[in-house]
């Protein structure tokens, strides 16, 4: 096993430090003891803060009001250089944070202001590293049962003793060696840990698996694509857009055995509704990004799945982008609300796609109630068709210019808006019950694809196709800050930004929103208007999602700095300019004039409050 | 790089030969003791010089330019038309490298500035290190290129990478996609199509 831990501080402060954790730690596997600790909201138990994935925090001393008075309270360095996505936990007196690789864990001391009381490094092959596509992320450890698990670069899923970093257990869940490695954050329901797997530049094919929270033993895997058993469908009882699925639906959207290097990768965030039993998440892009070479809706990736939490069997899937032609991977997060629409109360599933488009559903059946873009300058396709009677129903109508497929391989396909990156890529919105709107980190970028032939070799890069990426035409800003109303399909507000927004964004009940900027920002915003209250700058870039916490009465603001990801690979040496001509140069000036390199978490209270 | 450093014909790079890349002008069995001794040798006198030395085109055989010692070089038209191969090796670069090296071969904070690099890499060097990998891997960086010798994506087209970024190093190209390119010459095509087999 590769992985070893350490006591760094006296045990006298260890104990004390675990004394909460005890008690919570008590809760059996198979029980609700996250149900339970999420509705604390001085603990972040899970890195979507609660299973329904709002990122909305109850704590209300930080407020509209008070916000521009936060200070920096402590700062904590991770040592490591590469991009760092995700956020800390914080259960009791211990805050969890994790780096991208070597996936480092610290177990840090809230009462000695971020004392390390362990961590934990394992050794992995640094062959994983050029396995990643965009950078070695890693988007965040996951904690039940006094344990934090934590999905590593290599597809090691290893259970940490909360209290002393020991490894409980270690099981490896892929092989990198084909392109498979860990990047997103488990989530664990009950007495399951599930997990996904990325790599979809390597043509791995996607899976989302369930393990035992007790000692690592698979209990299911199920697979984005295949036949009928792999994926853990029942034809009749599987539905899509109020139909059964029917036998074969993934086989027959495949050239012969292509599915089997297809990816529908499962990297993105996952979601839980207790109610229903249902857990929610996305598949990523067929593999290659050369549409010509792969013909067939290419089912079920792009694909929003509704599973049960226990036999992971699915209950419902919707595909957003069939036959992809643009890289616009399903993955991000699948937001859980329950909101009024025309009288009614429902039950409803929120999901910002990489494709642009909002698509708001009922979580209960799958039935797709809103799909519209939340940026105007989205043009691959004009809508998405809502006629229930169409024969394409649920699609997207595909603009014949913007086609990859109808262009060609060889062929430049200029002006594509979203770019590769998605409107929005994996870092999360929030949603706010007290004004009922979404708060949504987007990219405002456009590019040109040419795809073209490639070739398969296992774990080596499965393309087959050549972007450029430049800000979306009419401006020379790259992201916005976007309040949105998932009822209705409309923006309330956009806050331009000068580079994409690729920080995850937090909601809180003292009626301020923050996210975090590439140049290193942490931002404070109204939750009603958008109106800047606060920033400060970071010591680096900002791809990390903000988290609040309480301890020993007094609410914290947290968030991990450290630019590097796609956007900072796409970004570091300055996006080429299609339109230099047309001025606005230095509106997108290179990202390094702004920030560099390096890991570390920066920790916000009001001083006194 | 003692694997790679023949043209024995071993099954995982056999289709190199498709492309003629082992042939007597790539000097791969030679490309340790280049490396070795690159350093040492003083830099060329001519007014452009780079890794390979004067990239100017001498010969050309079937669209293909290379220069007076036979590495395979770029040739730019005063319209601004750039030859297949280096047009090529944009596209390729793009999809191969890019995430790692940065676009237009200007680095990214994962790796380094392979238009940089061309500067002092001759093209012998290029190829070792492309085909074998490198690491760098310490407590402060993790710099891991791998081995793409039996990457067909990349190999079947390296000369045209070499060529493109060879263009970038000498500034004889700028940023983005070249405007203008030659046709595809059909032995290209027929290249291709044997090695990506």
Same mark, same amino acid.
């Given at each position: 096993?590769?992985?070893?831990?350490?006591?760094?501080?006296?045990?006298?402060?260890?104990?004390?430090?675990?004394?909460?954790?005890?008690?919570?730690?008590?809760?059996?596997?198979?029980?609700?003891?996250?149900?339970?600790?999420?509705?604390?909201?001085?603990?972040?138990?899970?890195?979507?803060?609660?299973?329904?994935?709002?990122?909305?925090?109850?704590?209300?001393?930080?407020?509209?009001?008070?916000?521009?008075?936060?200070?920096?309270?402590?700062?904590?360095?991770?040592?490591?250089?590469?991009?760092?996505?995700?956020?800390?936990?914080?259960?009791?007196?211990?805050?969890?944070?994790?780096?991208?690789?070597?996936?480092?864990?610290?177990?840090?001391?809230?009462?000695?202001?971020?004392?390390?009381?362990?961590? !934990?490094?394992?050794?992995?092959?640094?062959?994983?590293?050029?396995?990643?596509?965009?950078?070695?992320?890693?988007?965040?450890?996951?904690?039940?049962?006094?344990?934090?698990?934590?999905?590593?670069?290599?597809?090691?899923?290893?259970?940490?003793?909360?209290?002393?970093?020991?490894?409980?257990?270690?099981?490896?869940?892929?092989?990198?060696?084909?392109?498979?490695?860990?990047?997103?954050?488990?989530?664990?329901?009950?007495?399951?840990?599930?997990?996904?797997?990325?790599?979809?530049?390597?043509?791995?094919?996607?899976?989302?698996?369930?393990?035992?929270?007790?000692?690592?033993?698979?209990?299911?895997?199920?697979?984005?694509?295949?036949?009928?058993?792999?994926?853990?469908?029942?034809?009749?009882?599987?539905?899509?857009?109020?139909?059964?699925?029917?036998?074969?639906?993934?086989?027959?959207?495949?050239?012969?055995?292509?599915?089997?290097?297809?990816?529908?990768?499962?990297?993105?965030?996952?979601?839980?509704?207790?109610?229903?039993?249902?857990?929610?998440?996305?598949?990523?892009?067929?593999?290659?990004?050369?549409?010509?070479?792969?013909?067939?809706?290419?089912?079920?990736?792009?694909?929003?799945?509704?599973?049960?939490?226990?036999?992971?069997?699915?209950?419902?899937?919707?595909?957003?982008?069939?036959?992809?032609?643009?890289?616009?991977?399903?993955?991000?997060?699948?937001?859980?609300?329950?909101?009024?629409?025309?009288?009614?109360?429902?039950?409803?599933?929120?999901?910002?796609?990489?494709?642009?488009?909002? !698509?708001?559903?009922?979580?209960?059946?799958?039935?797709?109630?809103?799909?519209?873009?939340?940026?105007?300058?989205?043009?691959?396709?004009?809508?998405?068709?809502?006629?229930?009677?169409?024969?394409?129903?649920?699609?997207?109508?595909?603009?014949?210019?913007?086609?990859?497929?109808?262009?060609?391989?060889?062929?430049?396909?200029?002006?594509?808006?979203?770019?590769?990156?998605?409107?929005?890529?994996?870092?999360?919105?929030?949603?706010?019950?007290?004004?009922?709107?979404?708060?949504?980190?987007?990219?405002?970028?456009?590019?040109?694809?040419?795809?073209?032939?490639?070739?398969?070799?296992?774990?080596?890069?499965?393309?087959?196709?050549?972007?450029?990426?430049?800000?979306?035409?009419?401006?020379?800003?790259?992201?916005?800050?976007?309040?949105?109303?998932?009822?209705?399909?409309?923006?309330?507000?956009?806050?331009?930004?000068?580079?994409?927004?690729?920080?995850?964004?937090?909601?809180?009940?003292?009626?301020?929103?923050?996210?975090?900027?590439?140049?290193?920002?942490?931002?404070?915003?109204?939750?009603?208007?958008?109106?800047?209250?606060?920033?400060?700058?970071?010591?680096?870039?900002?791809?990390?999602?903000?988290?609040?916490?309480?301890?020993?009465?007094?609410?914290?603001?947290?968030?991990?700095?450290?630019?590097?990801?796609?956007?900072?690979?796409?970004?570091?040496?300055?996006?080429?300019?299609?339109?230099?001509?047309?001025?606005?140069?230095?509106?997108?000036?290179?990202?390094?004039?702004?920030?560099?390199?390096?890991?570390?978490?920066?920790?916000?209270?009001?001083?006194?409050? | 790089?003692?694997?790679?450093?023949?043209?024995?014909?071993?099954?995982?790079?056999?289709?190199?030969?498709?492309?003629?890349?082992?042939?007597?002008?790539?000097?791969?069995?030679?490309?340790?003791?280049?490396?070795?001794?690159?350093?040492?040798?003083?830099?060329?006198?001519?007014?452009?010089?780079?890794?390979?030395?004067?990239?100017?085109?001498?010969?050309?055989?079937?669209?293909?330019?290379?220069?007076?010692?036979?590495?395979?070089?770029?040739?730019?038209?005063?319209?601004?038309?750039?030859?297949?191969?280096?047009?090529?090796?944009?596209?390729?670069?793009?999809?191969?490298?890019?995430?790692?090296?940065?676009?237009?071969?200007?680095?990214?904070?994962?790796?380094?500035?392979?238009?940089?690099?061309?500067?002092?890499?001759?093209?012998?060097?290029?190829?070792?290190?492309?085909?074998?990998?490198?690491?760098?891997?310490?407590?402060?960086?993790?710099?891991?290129?791998?081995?793409?010798?039996?990457?067909?994506?990349?190999?079947?087209?390296?000369?045209?990478?070499?060529?493109?970024?060879?263009?970038?190093?000498?500034?004889?190209?700028?940023?983005?996609?070249?405007?203008?390119?030659?046709?595809?010459?059909?032995?290209?095509?027929?290249?291709?199509?044997?090695?990506?087999?």
């Amino acid at each position: 096993m590769a992985g070893f831990s350490m006591r760094l501080l006296a045990a006298s402060i260890v104990v004390s430090s675990f004394l909460l954790l005890q008690g919570a730690a008590i809760a059996q596997p198979g029980s609700d003891e996250l149900l339970k600790m999420e509705k604390d909201p001085a603990n972040v138990v899970m890195p979507t803060i609660t299973y329904d994935n709002q990122r909305y925090s109850s704590l209300n001393k930080i407020t509209a009001e008070n916000v521009g008075k936060l200070q920096v309270a402590w700062t904590f360095s991770t040592g490591v250089l590469r991009g760092h996505e995700g956020a800390p936990l914080v259960i009791g007196d211990v805050m969890y944070v994790h780096t991208p690789f070597p996936n480092t864990v610290f177990a840090l001391d809230l009462n000695h202001d971020g004392a390390i009381l362990w961590k !934990y490094e394992p050794r992995q092959d640094p062959n994983v590293i050029p396995v990643m596509c965009c950078d070695t992320v890693n988007r965040g450890v996951a904690y039940a049962d006094g344990k934090i698990f934590l999905h590593q670069a290599d597809t090691t899923l290893v259970a940490l003793d909360a209290k002393t970093g020991k490894v409980v257990w270690s099981i490896k869940t892929d092989d990198p060696g084909k392109g498979a490695t860990g990047t997103a954050a488990p989530m664990i329901v009950k007495d399951k840990v599930y997990v996904g797997v990325s790599g979809g530049e390597f043509g791995v094919r996607g899976w989302l698996a369930a393990y035992s929270v007790k000692d690592g033993k698979q209990l299911w895997r199920a697979y984005s694509a295949g036949p009928d058993a792999d994926l853990m469908v029942d034809p009749e009882k599987t539905m899509s857009l109020g139909k059964p699925i029917g036998a074969n639906s993934s086989l027959k959207t495949w050239e012969g055995d292509q599915w089997k290097i297809g990816g529908g990768d499962t990297w993105g965030w996952y979601s839980y509704d207790p109610q229903l039993n249902l857990i929610y998440y996305g598949t990523g892009n067929p593999s290659t990004w050369n549409p010509k070479q792969r013909p067939g809706d290419n089912k079920w990736s792009m694909t929003i799945f509704a599973r049960d939490a226990d036999t992971g069997m699915a209950k419902w899937v919707y595909q957003m982008t069939p036959h992809d032609e643009w890289d616009y991977d399903g993955v991000n997060e699948m937001i859980l609300a329950d909101q009024q629409m025309n009288g009614q109360m429902r039950h409803l599933l929120v999901h910002f796609d990489r494709n642009g488009f909002a !698509y708001t559903l009922d979580r209960v059946t799958g039935e797709l109630l809103v799909a519209e873009k939340y940026d105007p300058a989205v043009n691959w396709a004009t809508k998405v068709d809502m006629d229930k009677n169409s024969p394409t129903y649920g699609r997207p109508q595909v603009v014949a210019q913007y086609s990859t497929q109808h262009n060609g391989e060889d062929t430049d396909t200029k002006g594509v808006c979203p770019a590769a990156l998605g409107t929005k890529d994996e870092q999360p919105a929030a949603f706010s019950p007290d004004t009922g709107l979404f708060y949504v980190p987007t990219n405002h970028v456009c590019m040109d694809y040419e795809p073209f032939r490639v070739s398969y070799t296992a774990g080596q890069p499965y393309v087959g196709a050549t972007l450029s990426m430049y800000p979306a035409p009419g401006g020379n800003t790259m992201g916005n800050f976007v309040a949105w109303d998932a009822r209705t399909g409309k923006i309330a507000w956009s806050n331009p930004e000068q580079f994409s927004v690729w920080s995850g964004a937090l909601a809180t009940k003292g009626g301020v929103v923050f996210y975090g900027t590439l140049e290193g920002y942490l931002k404070a915003v109204d939750a009603k208007t958008g109106k800047e209250l606060y920033r400060f700058k970071t010591p680096s870039g900002i791809i990390g999602n903000v988290m609040t916490y309480e301890h020993a009465g007094k609410q914290y603001v947290a968030v991990l700095s450290g630019v590097g990801g796609w956007a900072g690979i796409g970004l570091a040496a300055g996006l080429t300019d299609a339109h230099a001509g047309l001025g606005a140069v230095g509106g997108y000036a290179a990202l390094n004039n702004y920030t560099a390199l390096g890991g570390s978490l920066t920790v916000f209270a009001i001083p006194g409050g | 790089m003692a694997g790679i450093a023949t043209c024995v014909p071993m099954p995982a790079i056999s289709f190199l030969h498709h492309l003629g890349i082992c042939d007597l002008k790539s000097p791969l069995h030679a490309a340790a003791f280049v490396a070795a001794f690159l350093t040492l040798s003083p830099p060329l006198a001519h007014a452009l010089t780079d890794g390979s030395g004067d990239p100017a085109p001498v010969t050309s055989e079937d669209g293909k330019w290379a220069d007076k010692d036979g590495n395979p070089t770029f040739k730019i038209e005063k319209d601004g038309t750039v030859d297949w191969y280096t047009y090529a090796g944009f596209t390729r670069y793009s999809a191969e490298c890019l995430r790692c090296h940065g676009p237009d071969g200007l680095g990214s904070t994962y790796a380094p500035p392979l238009a940089d690099s061309m500067k002092r890499l001759s093209y012998s060097d290029f190829y070792a290190v492309v085909a074998s990998g490198k690491q760098a891997v310490s407590s402060s960086q993790e710099l891991v290129m791998p081995a793409e010798g039996n990457n067909r994506n990349v190999m079947c087209y390296i000369d045209a990478i070499y060529t493109y970024l060879r263009a970038r190093a000498d500034d004889a190209i700028g940023r983005g996609r070249p405007d203008k390119h030659a046709p595809k010459p059909e032995p290209f095509s027929k290249a291709e199509d044997a090695c990506m087999e």
